[in-house]
């Protein structure tokens, strides 16, 4: 990076946090800190609202996941807009109805104190690990890549998020997420415009689009019934519906965007505009990776990715990574002349033709494969610590290796405020539900609005440190964002089952959901360490496990004493 | 904090759409259309 990129990521960085802390300056309303004012509109509420949900690792990991196996996580998100029509039409106009800063004071209102607790400690503990890998996942990256060291990156974008989450509350955090938001959706613009201006002057967008088709990088919906697929439609659309309708719903973090602007309608456009507008972005994101693919058919690609870790392993059997090094060039040249051979066919031949090009293309592309195979099983022999999943590397490699000055600082601070946007979310509903839910109910219930305005600063802080802890002791995990969301699926469907129960299970008391939640949660788990079922189905599984015990335990035991 | 607003209030300050119901309605329908032409796109380059 040059000293135009730094100027333009902590430019950005700071032009924004200076922003959130001057907004807020004056303001020391409780109420203010904990749920936001009527100065918040519905179109900051729909930005803040995508900014908490879309995280650096969105941007890191989409398109290495399209890289790597094409367009199929868009299914992931097909749930994703009913999940928004239920929120809207019934979770929001309860949360108004009643007045409550976290989602669980409406669970204690509903069944009773355990209850409320159980739910916001389930939310605290996948939040607060959460947390720890929305800070660490781009620092890891960043790092690696640009030599910076890791600690450092950890604790500085950490503790910068802390530090205006902390000073402005949920104001601070909407309105910087507002232009957070805006950084990034351009910065994803202009490098989607670069990778198109990079490719060969002979292969038009449209071309483009066909290689990534006949090499299997489109496959954007899957009809499949087979329930160990990861991404089908019917994994997207029902355990996507459960996962965001628990997300949306029940997730202090979500909650506290859409009931800060005040008002109904507010709160209700900001996610329309998210039911709306999440699909197109996933699928440009996506659309991104798939790009970098194509480019990387006229352009030789690194071997491994993550090339520090690639330079570590060689540096110890030199002479077999020299070979797999060698082999993987002439696999290259190989591919390149088959895809260049597949482009012309695209301009002049019919569909015979076309076809024999791409089976040679494709036999190519198992060649290239089959080589980075090897190296991976290569990798882990020399270091069984070293995660052999590149592929969060692939986009920022690309940012760093081929696009120009001052564009590479700009794409940096979308990673950047992509991370703090989410981390910012987080942490503000995590301070929030341990004042409101744990410290005002428990421990403190009686002092004046002052003191819980220092409690909950307090508490940001501490769940601050928590999150940098967390991230400064995290190794690598598989790929980052399916890690964000298996952690989520486990525990959502119980969440969401329990809060299902309260709003349409009006025979149920609290006892009964505590004790089914549990159950239900004690089964996910079970599921998760022994079965290969897709994580999406943990979401229906620990929901409709809620329902059914709920019932049962309140018809076959609660309701008897 | 604003009061929560009536129905009649709701719906007359409701830009686009007119009325919730018709929002949600549109949500479904912009969804198919999506899905739609992911799969066009898809099926079209395969």
Known sequence: ?561 | MESNPSPEDETRRLPLFGSWRNAYLAIGVIFVLQVGFFYLVSHYFE
């Open chain 1, 1 to 561: 990076m040059s000293g135009l990129d730094y100027a333009v990521l902590f430019g950005t960085l700071l032009a924004i946090a200076i922003y959130g802390w001057w907004k807020t300056r004056a303001d020391h309303d409780l109420g203010h800190y904990l749920r936001g004012d009527s100065s918040i509109r519905w179109g900051t509420i729909g930005l803040s609202v995508m900014a908490t949900q879309a995280s650096a690792i969105t941007f890191l990991s989409t398109p290495g996941q399209a890289y790597e196996s094409g367009m199929s996580f868009i299914q992931n998100y097909f749930g994703l807009p009913f999940a928004l029509i239920v929120v809207c039409a019934v979770f929001i106009p309860i949360y108004h109805r009643l007045k409550v800063v976290t989602a669980y004071e409406y669970l204690e209102q509903r069944f009773d104190q355990k209850t409320r607790l159980l739910g916001a400690f389930l939310f605290l503990l996948q939040r607060g690990l959460a947390a720890g890998i929305t800070i660490y996942a781009p620092a890891i990256i960043l790092s690696t890549l640009l030599g910076w060291k890791l600690s450092l990156t950890i604790v500085l974008s950490g503790l910068f998020v802390v530090l205006y989450t902390s000073l402005g509350g949920t104001i601070a955090v909407s309105h910087t997420q507002k232009w957070q938001m805006g950084v990034i959706l351009a910065g994803m613009a202009v490098a989607f415009g670069m990778i198109v201006h990079r490719l060969p002057a002979n292969v038009s967008f449209f071309d483009a689009m066909s290689i990534a088709g006949k090499m299997g990088k489109l496959n954007a919906v899957d009809f499949s019934v087979d329930p160990q697929r990861r991404y089908t439609f019917w994994s997207g659309l029902l355990g996507g519906f459960f996962l965001s309708l628990s997300y949306f719903g029940t997730d202090q973090s979500q909650v506290q965007r859409y009931l800060a602007g005040g008002s109904l309608v507010a709160g209700r456009f900001g996610l329309i505009f998210n039911a709306i507008l999440k699909l197109p972005m996933q699928f440009f994101i996506l659309l991104i990776g798939v790009m970098v693919f194509v480019f990387y058919q006229f352009e030789k690609p690194p071997l491994f990715f993550n090339q520090p870790a690639l330079a570590r392993a060689s540096a110890a059997e030199p002479a077999k990574f020299a070979a797999l090094e060698a082999r993987y060039e002439t696999a290259f040249d190989h591919k390149e002349s088959a895809v260049l051979g597949l482009t012309k066919s695209l301009h002049s031949d019919g569909p015979p033709a076309i076809a024999a090009a791409t089976a040679v293309a494709q036999s190519t592309q198992r060649e290239v494969e089959q080589v980075r195979t090897e190296l991976k099983h290569e990798l882990k022999a020399v270091d069984p610590r070293i995660e052999t999943n590149d592929a969060d590397y692939v986009f920022i490699g690309f940012v760093l290796r081929y696009l120009p000055h001052g564009i590479i600082g700009l794409l940096v601070a979308v990673i950047f405020c992509a991370a703090m946007s989410s981390s910012a979310a987080e942490l503000n509903a995590l301070g929030s539900t341990t004042a409101v839910d744990f410290y005002r109910r428990l421990i403190h219930p009686h002092a004046s609005d002052e003191h819980y305005l220092l409690a909950s600063k307090l508490c940001t802080i501490l769940w601050g440190a928590v999150a940098i802890s967390f991230a400064l002791l995290a190794n690598l995990v598989e790929n980052l964002i399916q890690a964000l969301n298996i952690l989520g699926s486990i525990f959502y469907g119980s969440i969401l089952g329990i809060f299902i129960v309260a709003f349409f299970l009006r025979f149920v008391r609290g006892s009964a959901v505590f004790f089914a939640a549990l159950l239900s949660e004690a089964f996910v788990l079970a599921l998760f360490y022994s079965t290969k079922i897709g994580y999406l189905w943990y979401n229906l599984i620990g929901c409709i496990a809620v329902l059914l015990l709920a019932s049962l335990f309140e018809k076959a035991v609660f309701s008897r004493r």
